[in-house]
């Protein structure tokens, strides 16, 4: 099997790179707002304050400029190794937009799951290739367990 070229490479570090920050902005916002984009809840009220302070935690652990550097060092065998390159990375990051655009308009627990199952995807992915410290990968399951039925 062929290798990525340089300019998949450069382009799956890139897009890499941006979806970690684009998961990190999200869980981070939800994380703080504690409700969806209608402006509903959308945690189970009695572990709404825990979910704050486990995030003010996580975000103090987790350092992500670290884990832009770990994307940044990805050999282009780690790409096809794991799917990061070419039509199969854009594939998973596209259904990732998609969910997204869905939650975004509707909000709702169930969207808010199925976003984090599509997340969850690439994500496991991306901790395989780098070794990036899947303490948001943790964070990331525990607010989509938290979240109330619709």
């Given at each position: 099997m062929?290798?990525?070229t340089?300019?998949?490479v450069v382009d799956?570090?890139?897009?890499?790179?941006?979806?970690l920050?684009?998961?990190?902005?999200?869980l981070?916002?939800?994380a703080r707002?504690g409700?969806?984009?209608?402006d509903?809840?959308?945690?189970?009220?009695?572990?709404?304050?825990?979910?704050e302070?486990?995030?003010?935690?996580f975000?103090?652990?987790?350092?992500?400029d670290?884990?832009?550097?770990?994307?940044?060092r990805?050999?282009?065998?780690d790409?096809?190794?794991h799917?990061?390159?070419g039509?199969?990375?854009?594939?998973?990051?596209?259904?990732?937009d998609?969910?997204?655009?869905?939650?975004q308009?509707?909000?709702?627990?169930?969207?808010?799951?199925?976003?984090?199952?599509?997340?969850?995807?690439?994500?496991?992915?991306?901790f395989?290739?780098?070794g990036i410290?899947g303490?948001?990968?943790e964070?990331k399951?525990?607010?989509g367990?938290?979240?109330?039925?619709?």
């Amino acid at each position: 099997m062929p290798l990525p070229t340089h300019d998949q490479v450069v382009d799956a570090h890139n897009k890499l790179r941006d979806f970690l920050n684009f998961v990190y902005n999200l869980l981070r916002d939800i994380a703080r707002r504690g409700r969806n984009p209608r402006d509903q809840p959308l945690f189970l009220e009695e572990i709404r304050p825990l979910i704050e302070d486990a995030w003010v935690e996580f975000e103090t652990d987790f350092d992500l400029d670290e884990s832009f550097g770990r994307i940044e060092r990805l050999e282009p065998s780690d790409l096809r190794s794991h799917g990061l390159y070419g039509k199969q990375l854009e594939l998973k990051l596209r259904v990732v937009d998609v969910q997204n655009a869905l939650f975004q308009k509707f909000g709702g627990g169930k969207l808010f799951k199925t976003l984090i199952k599509a997340i969850d995807t690439l994500l496991e992915s991306l901790f395989g290739a780098t070794g990036i410290d899947g303490a948001m990968k943790e964070i990331k399951d525990v607010l989509g367990d938290s979240v109330a039925e619709d």
